[in-house]
T-cell receptor, first 118, second 113 residues
Framework: ETGVTQSPTHLIKTRGQQVTLRCSSQ?????VSWYQQALGQGPQFIFQ???????GRGNFPPRFSGLQFPNYSSELNVNALELDDSALYLC?????????????????FGEGSRLTVL | GENVEQHPSTLSVQEGDSAVIKCTYS??????FPWYKQELGKRPQLIID?????GEKKDQRIAVTLNKTAKHFSLHITETQPEDSAVYFC????????????FGQGTELSVKP
């Protein structure tokens, strides 16, 4: 059974640029959630994807967008990068029970992608 | 929306002592409360969780208690060891928002040998 993998592990961008982060979910998991963790803070929910559709979104602007692919892997895209976007971006996978039903399954986190915006 | 408050922000104990971290939540309909341990530069790892139909759960040296009436839950670590040193996060899932974990601010636990 493979765990959650994320790429790249580290990257540096400048303000205004765009970035794409990638996540492969744990084998058998159909739901992927993305979190932003600023230094010294708890992770903050960005959005979740279930069966290729966005299924819940946190308080993040539209320049944060995502995709989920048929193999349940996912991408997080951030446009027009700002300095405050510097953070650790965590992907978590779980086994969902339906887009409209409560998923209280355990979340398995990847090691994260550390983004620095200069 | 759901809000999770966590205390203390830092906690220092001697090896062998117990450590207690407390969290409160605002959404009475929340029904899943996991605790994560995050070592420096590493991913958050689930150490224990509790669902709203249970008042207490124990796994070796770790236990979690839940008081639904008061809307608070606590993590108890007994016989602490230096390898327990890490940042601990509590979290809650709001009602009908599966997968959307709302995290507390974290507690940095330091266990001194």
């Amino acid at each position: 059974e493979t765990g959650v993998t994320q790429s790249p592990t580290h990257l540096i961008k400048t303000r205004g640029q765009q970035v794409t982060l990638r996540c492969s979910s744990q084998s058998g998991h159909n739901t992927v959630s993305w979190y932003q963790q600023a230094l010294g803070q708890g992770p903050q929910f960005i959005f979740q994807y279930y069966r290729e559709e966005e299924n819940g979104r946190g308080n993040f602007p539209p320049r944060f967008s995502g995709l989920q692919f048929p193999n349940y892997s996912s991408e997080l895209n951030v446009n027009a990068l700002e300095l405050d976007d510097s953070a650790l971006y965590l992907c978590a996978s779980s086994l969902g029970q339906g887009a409209s039903t409560l998923n209280t399954g355990e979340l398995f986190f990847g090691e994260g992608s550390r983004l620095t915006v200069l | 929306g759901e809000n999770v408050e966590q205390h203390p922000s830092t906690l220092s104990v001697q090896e062998g002592d117990s450590a207690v971290i407390k969290c409160t939540y605002s959404d009475s309909a929340s029904n899943y409360f996991p605790w994560y341990k995050q070592e420096l530069g590493k991913r958050p790892q689930l150490i224990i969780d509790i669902r709203s139909n249970v008042g207490e759960k124990k796994d070796q040296r770790i236990a979690v208690t839940l008081n639904k009436t008061a809307k608070h839950f606590s993590l108890h670590i007994t016989e602490t060891q230096p390898e327990d040193s890490a940042v601990y996060f509590c979290a809650a899932i709001p009602a009908n928002q599966g997968g959307k974990l709302i995290f507390g601010q974290g507690t940095e636990l330091s266990v001194k040998p």
